[in-house]
T-cell receptor, first 113, second 112 residues
Framework: GENVEQHPSTLSVQEGDSAVIKCTYS??????FPWYKQELGKRPQLIID?????GEKKDQRIAVTLNKTAKHFSLHITETQPEDSAVYFC????????????FGSGTRLQVQP | ETGVTQTPRHLVMGMTNKKSLKCEQH?????MYWYKQSAKKPLELMFV???????ENNSVPSRFSPECPNSSHLFLHLHTLQPEDSALYLC???????????FGPGTRLTVT
């Protein structure tokens, strides 16, 4: 099945700096890569996703890049703000029918004001 | 609200109790999921139901028993749980074939 590894596990940045979180996956057939944000005490919510037919996708201060050859994808947050503080999860489809997602272990991002 | 609700939000149960968690989605999705979230394994898939048929078990102990009577409702029946089963149990739904999963708020379960 798909194996997703996520780094770093914790990340602390100063407000206004950029943050980058990286994930690698094992199944070269995977074609959908979402990122979820989970604020303290709240449910995970999708913030951005990318499909394998594009290399980069941007939404305001958030971007995701995909390198299919190297089998890794990254989340980039620019001009970080304190409200960006949360746990971020990457994911990729499980191999069985592509119905379910395998999640990374999460990155706790702390933005220092 | 995301359209996925879960009850109860908090549950404390003894190891000999039987209880059930309920999930309901109002998004017209046809796939539903149970996840366990703990410090050890942040988002661990337990069960997948697609078109009301269970398609993924993921080697979960038999003390957890899912039920999906229709595409809008999902239950997780619990019996003779262990303290290590204490965790946040999250329900999610999506359209068949993958894509964005919408999560419920979760049930915080404590087994004493």
């Amino acid at each position: 099945g798909e194996n997703v590894e996520q780094h770093p596990s914790t990340l602390s940045v100063q407000e206004g700096d950029s943050a980058v979180i990286k994930c690698t996956y094992s199944d070269s057939a995977s074609n959908y890569f979402p990122w979820y944000k989970q604020e303290l005490g709240k449910r995970p919510q999708l913030i951005i996703d990318i499909r394998s037919n594009v290399g980069e996708k941007k939404d305001q201060r958030i971007a995701v890049t995909l390198n299919k050859t190297a089998k890794h994808f990254s989340l980039h947050i620019t001009e970080t703000q304190p409200e960006d503080s949360a746990v971020y999860f990457c994911a990729a489809p499980m191999d069985t029918g592509r119905r379910a997602l395998t999640f990374g272990s999460g990155t706790r991002l702390q933005v220092q004001p | 609200e995301t359209g996925v609700t879960q009850t109860p939000r908090h549950l404390v149960m003894g190891m000999t109790n039987k209880k059930s968690l309920k999930c309901e989605q109002h998004l017209g999705h046809n796939a539903m999921y149970w996840y366990k979230q703990s410090a050890k394994k942040p988002l661990e898939l337990m069960f997948v139901y697609s078109l009301e048929e269970r398609v993924e078990n993921n080697s979960v102990p038999s003390r957890f028993s899912p039920e999906c009577p229709n595409s809008s409702h999902l239950f997780l029946h619990l019996h003779t749980l262990q303290p290590e089963d204490s965790a946040l149990y999250l329900c999610a739904s999506s359209q068949e074939g993958g894509g964005e999963q919408y999560f419920g708020p979760g049930t915080r379960l404590t087994v004493t």
